[in-house]
């Protein structure tokens, strides 16, 4: 079975902190994507990388970066924690040139920031 | 702009009947589309999904049925079951590989199953 993993599932960081959400695939996926979800707007991509040291942005990209030093590890960071990237956020990951396109989710982190 | 959209938020349907979940989108260039069941404290997981060569296709209890010409799809569950009861995203994408292989995600419908 895929497993991708979260490195926490609740975490309470304060406002202008620096935040790594750390995320974790063992099947040997290229793809690798950060989503946030909240109330009402559904899944939101916020960045992706399709290859080691390849990111590609979303739809919403500010305030975040990622990083993707190796194939199974893709970082996502808040440079400076704002209260309205208070959020769930989701880690997915899939194969390339795989028919559908199919995303495999972790857990999801709940990050609240006061 | 919202390409893909789901317009009702919620659906509450009686066991044993059929659940019809309905979803559009925008983007002539979207040619495989996909569903997605959401447990609240879970990740989502993939269900079902259907290319846009096929306008219909099946695996046990759900059906997915495309039409392009209006650019429409829906999920049909049936006969539907309380353990059904989640939130349910309709997903598209342009392509399989490189810049292409993101989801669009809609906003989700949550459907409820009376027992």
């Known amino acids: 079975d895929v497993k991708v993993t979260q490195s926490s599932r609740y975490l309470v960081k304060r406002t202008g902190e620096k935040v790594f959400l750390e995320c974790v695939q063992d099947?040997?996926?290229?793809?690798m994507f950060w989503y946030r979800q909240d109330p009402g707007l559904g899944l939101r991509l916020i960045y992706f990388?399709?290859?080691?040291?390849?990111?590609e942005k979303g739809d919403i990209p500010e305030g975040y970066s990622v990083s993707r030093e190796k194939k199974e590890r893709f970082s996502l960071i808040l440079e400076s924690a704002s209260t309205n990237q208070t959020s769930m956020y989701l880690c997915a990951s899939s194969f390339a040139g795989s028919q559908g396109d199919e995303q495999y989710f972790g857990p999801g982190t709940r990050l609240t920031v006061t | 702009d919202q390409q893909v959209k789901q317009n009702s938020p919620s659906l509450s349907v009686q066991e044993g009947r059929i659940s019809i979940l309905n979803c559009d989108y925008t983007?002539?260039?979207?040619?495989?589309f996909l569903w997605y069941k959401k447990y609240p404290a879970e990740g989502p997981t993939f269900l079902i999904s259907?290319?846009?060569?096929?306008d219909k296709n099946e695996d046990g209890r759900f059906t997915v049925f495309l039409n392009k010409s209006a650019k429409h799809l829906s999920l049909h569950i049936v006969p539907s079951q309380p353990g059904d009861s989640a939130v349910y995203f309709c997903a598209a994408s342009e392509g399989f590989t490189g810049a292409n292989s993101k989801l669009t995600f809609g906003k989700g419908i949550t459907l409820s199953v009376r027992p």
């Open positions: 259907i290319s846009s060569i096929k």
């Open positions: 983007n002539s260039m979207f040619d495989y």
């Open positions: 990388s399709y290859d080691v040291k390849m990111k």
């Open positions: 099947m040997d996926h290229e793809n």
